[in-house]
């Protein structure tokens, strides 16, 4: 089997999911846990457990999985994977973004094709999710009882810290990462930063920009305050933008195109596929003019804009970036 979880969820009036909850994803499962949840039953988006399912799971040495059985009680269900298809409910689409965001899979490694159309748009408050149409009720219901009902976004993806937090990160504010983000250990997501869903980091990084859908960070990259990425989703389109190992992009750069490694950005260059840079050798002298979509996935490379001329010049790099290493401790 492909993927199997234990999970529960919010529901609107009429009974439809509007997000799901998986404490433990187990992406690859062994059988005895395949038969301790589903217990012969077929695989499933919401397979109702039985009243024997914690106890099959003790069995099975799942302690904590059998607890989390006997405490959400009739609110459980199972969410099984055969294989790694197109989701087809609010149910597959959260196990598959809770595996990336658990690092049991990375970003562009599942099948996520057609998500959207599986992900209700809710309103994400301070009672948990909201279906749109019954928030005005449950605005009038929270004051008439003397309660502030507070709306902290509208948006068809959660909080990643709400539903996964992987060992050895930090992020300064939660709402800036969205479910089905994948941060690697060590990484810290400052303040102003943004990680979206299938994106992410490989290891030790700072945050300080944007990392759009898609984009991946290599290990040892530095992303400066207001940088930005484009992702699949916007202007980087097909092409799969990513940040190579100790790269580093400026505060307030722009990257269109993919960055080999011990790569610099300068500050406020917004480097995309299309301009035209000069390439320079190490006495300044111009050996070509390219595009910069012909330098994707090169290495060493220092892309800085001439203050005199404006034009974009490309040289060697003359050293890769090191993070502090007392910053990215998380211990």
């Not at 595996?99 to 809710?122: C, D, M, W, Y």
């Not at 068809?156 to 709402?175: E, L, N, Q, T």
């Amino acid at each position: 089997m492909f993927a199997i979880a234990l999970g529960t969820g919010t529901r609107d009036a009429q009974g439809q999911l509007l997000e799901a909850y998986f404490p433990y994803p187990t992406r690859n499962p062994s059988q005895a846990l395949v038969d301790a949840l589903l217990v012969g039953e077929p695989a499933g988006a919401e397979v109702a457990i039985d009243a024997g399912c914690a106890q099959r799971l003790t069995d099975a040495g799942e302690s904590k999985m059998a607890a989390a059985v006997q405490a959400l009680g009739d609110k459980a269900f199972v969410t099984a994977l055969d294989s790694d298809a197109e989701p087809s409910s609010t149910a597959e689409v959260y196990l598959k973004l809770t595996l990336i965001s658990t690092r049991q899979a990375k970003p562009h490694e599942l099948n996520l094709t057609g998500l959207f159309a599986q992900l209700p748009n809710v309103a994400w408050t301070s009672e948990g999710a909201i279906a749109l149409d019954e928030l005005t009720e449950r605005q009038i219901q929270a004051r008439a009882e003397g309660r502030a009902l507070t709306v902290n976004s509208v948006d068809k993806f959660p909080r990643m810290a709400d539903y996964a937090v992987p060992a050895g990160i930090r992020i300064g504010d939660a709402s800036r990462v969205r479910l089905g983000a994948h941060l690697g250990d060590g990484t810290t997501v400052m303040h102003e930063g943004f990680v979206n869903f299938n994106a992410g980091t490989t290891g030790v990084s700072m945050v300080e920009g944007r990392i759009s859908a898609g984009v991946m960070v290599g290990e040892g990259s530095d992303l400066g305050g207001g940088c930005s990425t484009m992702g699949t989703l916007s202007g980087g389109n097909s092409i799969v933008i990513s940040v190579g190992d100790q790269c580093l992009l400026g505060a307030n750069s722009g990257l269109g195109i993919p960055l080999g490694d011990r790569c610099t950005v300068e500050s406020g260059l917004y480097l995309t596929a299309g301009s035209k840079v000069r390439v320079l050798d190490e006495n300044g002298n111009t050996l070509k003019e390219v595009k910069a979509r012909d330098l994707a996935g090169v290495s060493d490379l220092l892309f800085r804009r001439n203050s005199m001329t404006g034009t974009v010049e490309c040289l060697a790099n003359a050293r890769a970036i090191e993070l502090n290493p007392a910053l990215h401790s998380h211990n």
